[in-house]
């Protein structure tokens, strides 16, 4: 089983959607959960940490439930800048500077 | 200020040669991390540095890759004897450290022909 386990996608979704992304992570031991974005051909970027609170960042809402070690992302009225693959990530162990582990991404198109 | 660079941004190498791979990461910062990435995947980690000292290997798939950041700022990733399988993006990642967030370089896309 993977670490860090999300549904690929694609999603394929009109302006002004909603919608959301779900991931599963099975090591116990991280602390640090992230929402990463990688555009086609380009490094991965933070989109936004990931509390246990949960935490809004403008259109974009993320949630942690550590009891079921489960990461969520919504994203309120999508435009077509939104359009990219969205990496959920989880910290190797710990807290502070340790490896990050990836899932495999899941891909969004926001089409006109 | 300036990201993390990484040079050359492609290379094509025939099996069997030896590739080396450069990371210049952000003046200052303390960690560098390096990640694979193959087609359709997301990054998976091979080795990370705190300044001079490789504190984890573990992800390393095989005696043949070798990282080194012998003054704490440039790092080489080389990977010796390459294989059809060693094709992927590497991307090098650093930060302060303290659990700060990792901003990562534009990658090198290595192809094994």
């Known amino acids: 089983r993977k670490e860090v386990e999300q549904d690929p996608g694609p999603f394929n979704v009109p302006e002004g959607a909603t919608v959301a992304f779900n991931c599963t992570y099975s090591n116990s031991a991280s602390q640090s959960f992230f929402w990463y974005r990688q555009d086609c051909r380009k490094e991965p970027k933070l989109l936004m940490s990931v509390y246990s609170s949960g935490n809004e960042d403008g259109r974009f809402t993320a949630q942690l439930n550590r009891a079921s070690q489960y990461i969520s992302l919504l994203i309120r009225d999508s435009k077509l800048s939104d359009s990219a693959t969205y990496l959920c990530?989880?910290?190797?162990?710990?807290?502070?500077?340790?490896?990050?582990?990836f899932g495999k991404g899941t891909r969004l198109s926001v089409i006109a | 200020g300036a990201g993390v660079s990484q040079s050359p941004r492609y290379k094509v190498a025939k099996r069997g040669q030896d590739v080396a791979l450069r990371c210049d990461p952000i003046?200052?910062?303390?960690?560098l991390f390096w990640y694979q990435q193959a087609l359709g995947q997301g990054p998976e980690f091979l080795t990370y540095?705190?300044?001079?000292?490789?504190?984890?290997k573990s992800g390393l798939p095989s005696d043949r890759f070798f990282a080194e950041r012998p003054e704490g700022s440039v790092s080489t990733l080389k990977i010796q004897r390459t294989q059809q399988e060693d094709s992927a993006v590497y991307l090098c990642?650093?930060?302060?450290?303290?659990?700060?967030?990792?901003?990562f370089g534009p990658g090198t896309r290595l192809l094994v022909l």
């Open positions: 003046s200052g910062h303390v960690s």
């Open positions: 990530v989880v910290n190797k162990r710990g807290s502070g500077n340790t490896p990050l582990v």
């Open positions: 990642a650093s930060t302060l450290g303290g659990g700060s967030e990792q901003y």
């Open positions: 540095f705190q300044n001079e000292a490789q504190l984890d």
